[in-house]
């Protein structure tokens, strides 16, 4: 059984930072593109960021020069670094593969960037 538990998130201030992180279990992680993706209250469900099996990583154009995605294949986990943390960042992280599989969700984790 495949899972995915992501942790990290908190209340944080405008300007902040934050790392999530999430690690797997039932699949060989390392064989797999890996995403972050976030839902904002009454949005839908947008990829943040994703990295290759090798480490090849992408950000959508919101987050770039913010954010940072890696990942440590010896300890099945992928990492989110959120520096400079915006208000419009609010949202419920979740970790998947990319493309993500439907089965594979999570529960996330809260980040909320509020003063």
């Known amino acids: 059984q495949v899972q995915f538990v992501e942790s990290g998130g908190d209340l944080v201030q405008p300007g902040g930072s934050l790392r999530l992180s999430c690690t797997a279990s039932?699949?060989?992680?390392?064989?797999?593109?890996m995403g972050w993706y976030r839902q904002a209250p009454g949005k839908q469900r947008e990829l943040v960021a994703r990295v290759t099996s090798a480490g090849n990583t992408d950000h959508v154009d919101s987050v770039k020069g913010r954010f940072t995605i890696s990942r440590d294949n010896a300890k099945n986990t992928v990492y989110l670094q959120m520096n400079s943390l915006k208000p419009e960042d609010t949202a419920v992280y979740y970790c998947?593969?990319?493309?993500?599989?439907?089965?594979?969700w999570g529960q996330g984790t809260q980040v909320t960037v509020s003063s």
């Open positions: 039932g699949i060989i992680f390392s064989i797999y593109a």
């Open positions: 998947n593969t990319y493309p993500y599989r439907r089965n594979y």
